[in-house]
């Protein structure tokens, strides 16, 4: 590939995160992450992506998991793994070996935190790790007749503390584990701990790395966006999912129910997740909202900037007549935006002409990056049913390349005199636009 190419490429993207970037400064995410992950050797490509996340101006909690550390201390010590309801029984002996999984863990992750290696991603960094008792926690006690001993929940978050340390620019590195005002330690998931923190810190996402790459449906095909009722429609399917999700994907739900504003379930296995599915449109994983992120509203002033954004390329192409930012200004009562998670990835205007009943369909726009999701077709049926709140009989557009879209929606061809007089005195014959027309 040409380096022109690259660079160009490169120039692109970079450009393309700078919202993010600048929309992330200085909000608080919840990073939650199994001991498999330290386990594999994968924390290494991990603690690049944290250095960058802290180095961008986020405040970070991680909040690290030590399943397999635990079972094989326990296997080294000849004691057995006991679930109850699916919940990890921890009697004293157990309970020894949880401290001691838990603690190894920890210093490797907090030593992979400290590199600051020349010509490498962690050049440079000045990753501070706090820790501490900011978990009180409680024991989860009898159920069904069973004591669970050690096993313990949530039952606060040092929300001071924890802003304390982060407003020092540190790092937080929280373990599963919990102390109680007696001087007991609980063995406490790392789940609840990483969603009791979002919620308490009433944090701007929760990120939960799986072993899948998200929640999928019937067919297997990745569900990119989850509101709330969504996915408790998935859990309360028939189908078997896998348990990860059965995992993570109630605890999303919880956290957005209480105010988490996004909650992502990504894949471990994937070099980069959390940067994927953070700085980009895409992203990798599932993101589970307490409602749907697409508003459709009626543009304003400040809006006239996001539009041009639109319109620009397809001007360039030849597609849509152009439009400088006075003349959209003076016309901006005409259009309406889609947004996306507050960022405008399509725009529309209707031009009315009510002494013949018809109103203009122009300026149709979606982010390239974003068609294929229906952006269109719900513009296009606002507009409809907006220029029948005013009384008005058909629709009509002019186009020169979008033709085979609007006759698929029902648009007919028709011919110029077909148009109101007004818009047919300003017909450009050079263009040739072809005109379609719907009733409505």
Known sequence: MPITTISADFVAWFRSVAPYINAFRGKTFVIAFGG???????????????NLLAALGIRLVLVHGARPQIERHLAKNNLGDTYHQGIRMTDAESMQCVKEAV??????????LSMGLANSPMANADIRVAGGNFITAQPIGIIN?????????????????????????????????????????FNVTLEDIATATAIALDADKLVFLMDTDGVQDKKGKLLKELTIAGAQAVLSGKRKLPDDVSLYLPCAIRACEAGVARTHLISRHTDGAVLQELFSDEGIGTMVV???????????????????????????????????????????ARFVVLEHD???????????FPDEAAAELA??????????????????????SLAKTQGLKKLFVLTTRTAHWFIERGFSEADVSALPAQ??????????????????
Do not use: W
């Not at 603690?103 to 992979?112: D, T």
């Not at 507050?342 to 009315?352: D, E, Q, T």
């Open 423 to 440: 818009k047919k005195s300003l017909y450009n014959y050079q263009r040739k636009s072809k005109v379609f027309v719907r009733k409505i």
């Open 145 to 185: 007749g069973v004591d669970l001993m050690h096993t313990g929940s949530v039952r606060k978050v040092d929300v001071a503390a924890l802003n304390d340390r982060m407003d020092f620019g540190e790092v937080v590195l929280l373990s599963p584990l919990g102390y109680s005002p007696t001087g007991e330690v």
């Open 290 to 332: 307490e409602s749907t992120l697409n508003t459709l509203r009626a543009a304003t002033i400040e809006d006239v900037g996001g539009i041009l954004h639109l319109l620009r390329p397809l001007e360039a192409e030849g597609i849509l007549v152009r439009r400088n930012r006075e003349l959209l200004e003076r016309e901006i």
């Open 363 to 384: 300026c149709l726009a979606v982010d390239a990056q974003c068609r294929n999701r229906g952006y269109g077709q719900v513009i296009l049926d606002h507009m409809t």
């Open 342 to 352: 507050h960022r405008i990835v399509g725009c529309a205007a209707l031009y009315p």
């Open 103 to 112: 603690g190894r863990v920890r210093v490797e992750i907090e030593a992979l």
């Open 36 to 50: 498999e992950v330290v386990a594999d050797g994968k924390f290494v490509e991990l603690t690049h992506d944290f």
